[in-house]
């Protein structure tokens, strides 16, 4: 059985910063990305970063790119989101997703708020 499971989010101070989980078991077929997605309610989710399991390449939405760094630990089958200078416009419920699949996290909930 496939799971993402997210962790990691909370309540963090504008400026500040927290570091996203998002921990893979179960596949049985290969995948070559891992994305991370928020949503804010009523809107669409929104892509945020992705890394290639591959050789590690790395894409940022606009809205992060410089603020959030996207890596992987391949041993500990570990995708991890870095947020640094988190502004309350980054308040979203974040969701991991094996690219190319149907497999999507329960999302984890941050909230940039003074």
């Known amino acids: 059985q496939v799971q993402l499971v997210e962790s990691g989010g909370d309540l963090v101070q504008p400026g500040g910063s927290l570091r996203l989980s998002c921990v893979e078991s179960?596949?049985?077929?290969?995948?070559?990305?891992m994305t991370w997605y928020r949503q804010t309610p009523g809107k669409e989710r929104d892509w945020v970063a992705s890394?290639?399991?591959?050789?590690?390449?790395?894409n940022y939405a606009e809205s992060v790119k410089g603020r959030f760094t996207i890596s992987r630990d391949n041993a500990k089958n570990t995708v991890f989101l870095q947020m640094d200078s988190l502004k309350p416009e980054d308040t979203a419920v974040y969701y991991c997703?094996?690219?190319?699949?149907?497999?999507w996290g329960q999302g984890t909930q941050v909230t940039v708020s003074s």
């Open positions: 179960g596949f049985t077929f290969p995948h070559y990305v």
């Open positions: 997703h094996a690219g190319g699949t149907g497999y």
């Open positions: 890394i290639s399991l591959i050789d590690g390449s790395t």
